[in-house]
Nanobody
């Protein structure tokens, strides 16, 4: 069973940057797309960003457009989420997912365990 392992979360101040990483446990794993979702306390899990296997296509939630950048290194089977100009409302557990291209959680078959991002004001 493929595992997705996120890293890079932490506690930062508003305006700071963080880079999240998500590595797949098997090098032969090659999903059509990899994405990021986030879930704040008491809220539903929301789409953040997704990127295709080729890296040619990506999509962002309106709330992070222009501040976050998704990328992937297929040689390392890793996807990244560069988060700049962080805001307190970005505070959430961030989950990596692998599956098909889309913004709905139902399109993804594999999920990581999540990494906490906390942004203080």
């Amino acid at each position: 069973q493929v595992q997705l392992v996120e890293s890079g979360g932490g506690l930062v101040q508003a305006g700071d940057s963080l880079r999240l990483s998500c590595a797949a446990s098997e090098r032969t794993f090659s999903p059509n797309a990899m994405g990021w979702f986030r879930q704040a306390p008491g809220k539903e899990r929301d789409f953040v960003s997704v990127i295709t296997r080729s890296g040619f296509f990506s999509k962002y939630a309106d709330s992070v457009e222009g501040r976050f950048t998704i990328s992937r290194d297929n040689a390392k089977n890793t996807v990244y989420l560069q988060m700049n100009s962080l805001k307190p409302e970005d505070t959430a557990v961030y989950y990596c997912a692998a599956g098909n291209y889309g913004s709905s959680a139902s399109t993804y078959s594999y999920w990581g365990q999540g990494t906490q991002v906390t942004v203080s004001s």
